[in-house]
Structure formats: C-alpha cells, structure tokens
C-alpha cells in the first residue's frame, strides 16, 4: 500500500499563486506515476497534471488544457514528493484537489490522498 497526504491548500486571490505538494510513503517503488486532480463541488473529477515517477521524468508531463502555461508538475524522487505549482491562479480553479497513484503497469489511478482545498477569490 501507498499512502498519501497533500499539503499546501488554501486561499488565493485572483492571479496568485498557491504550490501544493504531495509526500507518498509505503510502497513507494511500485508507483509507475504520480497525478493531480480536482472536483469542484456539482462537478466531477477532473484530470489536472500527472508525472512519470522514477524514470527522470520521462514521457512528459500532461497537464490539462485549461492549466497549460498556469501550472506545472515537477517531483523529487528523494523525498517521495510531487509538487504542483499554480500560477495566475482564476475563480475557477476552485476546488478539492487530490493527488494520486498509478501503480507499475497499471492503466489507471489507484491510491488517492484525502484531498485539499483550493479556493481562490476575486
């Protein structure tokens, strides 16, 4: 098992910045990559960014269109930790952001943290 606990939310004002981190511990050497998601309340979950874990970064780091030039993914390997930085922050990236686990070899996320909020107010 791999546990996960996020850190950094709060509240931002319009074009701010908020940096969110997440730390993994347990089972570490099985996770295949490392996402960010997010549910703003009446809506669904939605992909926001997600980076390949242990390989150098590899492959790229999608995010979602409607964060691309706003936020960035980055991880240190070292520490477990996955950070997602947010710039020019709007209203509506108000939401419940969750980190998550895609295990070795797995197609999707598996592991989730508990989530942290992310308000920003104009």
């Known amino acids: 098992q791999v546990r996960l606990v996020e850190s950094g939310g709060g509240l931002a004002q319009v074009g701010g910045s908020l940096t969110l981190s997440c730390t993994a511990s347990?089972?570490?050497?099985?996770?295949?990559?490392m996402g960010w998601f997010r549910q703003a309340p009446g809506r669904e979950r939605e992909f926001v960014a997600a980076?390949?874990?242990?390989?150098?970064?590899?492959?790229?780091?999608p995010l979602a269109d409607s964060v691309k030039g706003r936020f960035t993914i980055s991880k240190d390997d070292a520490k477990n930790m996955v950070t997602l930085q947010m710039y020019s922050l709007k209203p509506e990236d108000t939401a419940v952001y969750y980190c998550?686990?895609?295990?070795?070899?797995?197609?999707?996320?598996?592991?989730w943290g508990q989530g942290t909020q992310v308000t920003v107010s104009s």
């Open positions: 347990g089972y570490t050497w099985r996770i295949g990559a």
């Open positions: 980076i390949r874990w242990g390989t150098g970064g590899r492959g790229g780091t």
């Open positions: 998550a686990i895609k295990p070795l070899g797995a197609s999707d996320y598996t592991s």
